[in-house]
């Protein structure tokens, strides 16, 4: 999903792309120093891990990447002073919709760990733009599947 948001904003914007392989979201000195190198104006957070099933046999290290590192991100742009960040979600943060449909009013369901871990990442998100005026964007995504698509 990343290299097609790279690719797609390439053409209009100089993008920098750093991944989950070669920036550990799980540390902060890692993310803080990956910001300061490149000093960007604002910052794509698509790092995570992904997948209903895989995050009921490793709940740990789902919340681990998905919700610390996104607290790390958000804290590393707060030291770098980027103001700037777009997040993305998904849509199960919302569980099933039995009730209808969902939009972003919709409370918080989660099913499994990773809509769990990603729900806990966007109070996060919310937290730092409240808390430190840093702009942000939530993305909930359906699923996301295709060509150059990889399981975590």
Do not use: W
């Amino acid at each position: 999903m990343g290299q097609y948001v790279a690719n797609a904003l390439s053409s209009s914007y100089e993008v920098e792309v750093c991944d989950i392989d070669t920036v550990d979201v799980t540390d902060l000195k890692s993310v803080l120093d990956a910001l300061r190198a490149s000093s960007p104006d604002i910052v794509c957070h698509l790092a995570g891990l992904t997948g209903a099933p895989a995050s009921t046999q490793h709940p740990h290290k789902f919340f681990s990447t998905n919700s610390v590192g996104t607290l790390n991100v958000l804290e590393a742009c707060r030291i770098a002073q980027i103001t700037k960040l777009v997040f993305m979600s998904t849509l199960t943060v919302h569980g099933d919709s039995e009730g209808g449909p969902v939009n972003e009013r919709s409370p918080y369901k989660p099913l499994h760990p990773y809509a769990g871990s990603k729900a806990a990442a966007e109070v996060l998100v919310e937290t730092y733009a409240r808390s430190f005026g840093i702009k942000s964007a939530i993305l909930r995504t359906t699923l996301v599947s295709g060509e150059g698509q990889k399981d975590s």
